[in-house]
């Protein structure tokens, strides 16, 4: 263990709720006669297996600078009593506290309260949460304002506007995830001899977690903070906008400051320091210089720069016209209009849409993305040009009394010809407004001098978003369209200080063995059957393989995710995902599995969702479960 300012203990806990319930919790305390802050990290992984290895040096880290670093199971979920809840909505307050995440929140303020009261704590407390635990603790810091302190959310789950373009990518498989986590049991070294009666219960309770519409992803976060909080993105995470609408909405009463960096979806290392200086500031009143930090401190490619305040006025809009700045070759002397209209398999090369740090996650060289496009392109740059924030595009469209998709990709084109994807977005047009305005996703990226600009546009892209079942396209008119790009002062850090950041000396992870598969399937595999004028893609993550960890837990976990599509068939999409799990303690004889399938179709009017569950004690099923769903397309 490396040398912290103080010794550390920690201890397995178990906090009672007033229905009953018992929620599992792991504590790291420093050892003092002094009371201390809390750091409460409040979320549905495992933490006994799944977040163990994160867990393990983060919670101490904190505990040794002098926090009481709690990290807490949900409701029915790890080994935590209960019944799981109902899975992510649409509700930004938190909704019935009987049902869904309502209830999960309502279990955090009575666990804030319970924790405030401890003889060790001094009645102040900070949430932490990365994913939809960073969702939670910002939701719960809404719901309990008095009760929290300050936010640290990294990468927070919320409702991606994608301007009503359905969900295709990650949906599935998220919804397969979340099924298999919820179904996992309670660990017998744990709970002890409850965990047979524990799991059936949690199984008898489990539903698919879809959302209510595909077009608003996954669940809503509020768009202000209900307190002073810290949020951290990775560049290219859906997050992104949700941490940018914090910030911009920030005030002196309730300071927000961010930062977006080049990272994948997490919490990185690197920002561990900066979450102390927050904790430090408004846990322990001490003078750490957290509200002297920039509000904004992003990576844009090159370097790092800071922002302060955000919206910067450095930062101004510069606007290229799709008949000047920006030319195609696609427009006919008889016509002002270009059509598109695009492959349906045009969008796999697009990359993951949550990256998780994995080669594959990447979306590689755009120039077979390009060629099933339509690319306006500018003429070679002079200098440097720095992009922060938000692109939008403006389109003027032919008339049409149809509906459908328009997705907007901005790349940067090397001299060589090497596309490299800057950002995108899309919206799904509806008659009869002919001027359309499309929101790319905020982005920080410096286009190099002798690089072009290209913006690309398309009427598909799949397997993100699922395709319009009657692709008819669009036209636009150039002369009256025009691409808006946030661009960033080249001198606006001039006489600024640099800004960096420094990996902190953390613990050990914990000894965990890894067995990888002898026949490990490619990460993400792309076939194209010319005969049947199919397209398949399949994912399989990196995490697949057997993890053995110290206390004796055999952990098996594989994952298959699959797309498939006819090049002229929109109603041909399907995706699908497979998972299976394996717990095993082979020094008593436990051994459990889970199964998961989730298939995902579309009509002209609905998307039809099957869903399997199969869980397996010692080889034989002792449950099974299909679930048949059908969500409209046009559900408000």
Request: charged share 25%; hydrophobic share 35%.
């Amino acid at each position: 263990m490396p040398s912290y300012p103080y010794r550390t203990v920690r201890e397995d806990v178990r906090v009672p709720l007033p229905d009953g319930t018992e929620l599992f919790a792991r504590l790291w305390r420093p050892v003092t006669d002094d009371p201390v802050p809390v750091v409460l990290e409040y979320s549905a992984g495992r933490l006994s297996d799944w977040t163990a290895d994160d867990d393990a040096r983060r919670h101490p880290w904190y505990a040794g600078h002098g926090y009481a670093s709690v990290r807490v199971d949900t409701r029915g979920h790890g080994n935590s009593g209960g019944r799981p809840d109902g899975g992510d909505d649409d509700r930004t307050d938190g909704g019935d506290d009987r049902t869904g995440d309502g209830r999960e929140l309502a279990d955090g303020v009575e666990l804030l309260h319970r924790l405030a009261a401890e003889p060790w704590c001094t009645g102040r407390i900070g949430l932490l949460g990365t994913g939809p635990a960073g969702a939670t603790a910002l939701r719960l810091a809404a719901r309990a304002p008095g009760a929290v302190h300050a936010v640290v959310a990294a990468c927070p789950d919320g409702g991606h506007r994608l301007g009503g373009a359905a969900l295709a990518a990650d949906l599935h498989a998220r919804a397969t995830a979340r099924l298999a986590d919820a179904a996992r049991p309670p660990d017998p070294q744990y709970v002890g001899d409850d965990w047979r009666a524990m799991w059936r219960e949690r199984l008898d309770a489990l539903e698919p977690a879809f959302p209510a519409r595909l077009a608003a992803g996954w669940g809503a976060l509020p768009d202000t903070a209900a307190v002073p909080t810290l949020a951290v993105a990775g560049w290219g995470d859906p997050s992104c906008a949700a941490v940018l609408r914090l910030l911009a909405a920030g005030t002196d009463r309730v300071p927000v400051r961010a930062v977006l960096g080049p990272w994948a979806h997490g919490l990185p290392d690197d920002v561990l320091p900066e979450t102390l200086r927050w904790w430090d500031h408004w846990l322990k009143d001490a003078d750490s210089g957290a509200l002297r930090t920039p509000a904004l401190r992003s990576w844009i490619g090159t370097r790092w720069t800071a922002d302060d305040p955000w919206p910067s006025p450095d930062v101004r809009a510069v606007r290229y016209g799709l008949d000047g700045p920006l030319r195609t070759a696609g427009t006919a002397s008889d016509d002002r209009h270009v059509h598109v209209r695009s492959p349906q398999h045009t969008g796999l090369n697009a990359g993951a849409y949550v990256p998780l740090g994995r080669p594959a996650d990447r979306p590689p060289d755009q120039r077979e993305e390009d060629g099933r496009s339509v690319c306006f392109d500018s003429l070679p740059l002079p200098e440097p040009l720095e992009l922060l924030g938000a692109p939008s595009l403006r389109l003027r469209l032919r008339p049409s009394a149809a509906t459908g998709p328009v997705v907007a990709r901005l790349c940067d084109v090397a001299p060589d010809g090497t596309s490299t994807l800057v950002t995108r977005g899309a919206l799904l047009t509806a008659p009869p407004a002919p001027d359309v305005t499309v929101e790319l996703a905020a982005t920080g990226h410096t286009v190099p001098p002798g690089h072009r600009l290209r913006l690309a546009l398309s009427s598909s892209y799949w397997p993100w978003f699922w395709p319009d079942p009657e692709p008819a396209g669009f036209g636009l008119d150039p002369s009256h369209s025009t691409l808006t790009l946030p661009v960033r002062h080249l001198a606006a850090d001039a006489g600024a200080a640099p800004v960096a950041f420094a990996s902190p000396t953390l613990p050990l992870p914990p000894p965990v063995h890894v067995t990888e598969p002898l026949t490990a399937r490619p990460e993400r595999l792309t076939v194209h059957d010319i005969a049947r004028h199919e397209w398949r893609t399949e994912l399989s993550p990196a995490t697949d393989g057997t993890r053995t960890h110290p206390d004796g837990l055999v952990r098996d976990e594989h994952t298959v995710t699959a797309y498939r599509i006819l090049t002229a068939a929109p109603t041909s999409a399907q995706a699908r995902s497979d998972r299976t799990v394996r717990l095993e303690r082979p020094a008593i004889g436990w051994d459990v599995t889970l199964q998961t399938r989730t298939e995902l179709r579309c009509t002209p009017t609905h998307f039809l969702a099957h869903t399997r569950l199969t869980a397996l004690e010692g080889g034989d099923v002792v449950f099974t479960r299909d679930w048949q769903q059908q969500i409209p397309r046009d559900a408000p």
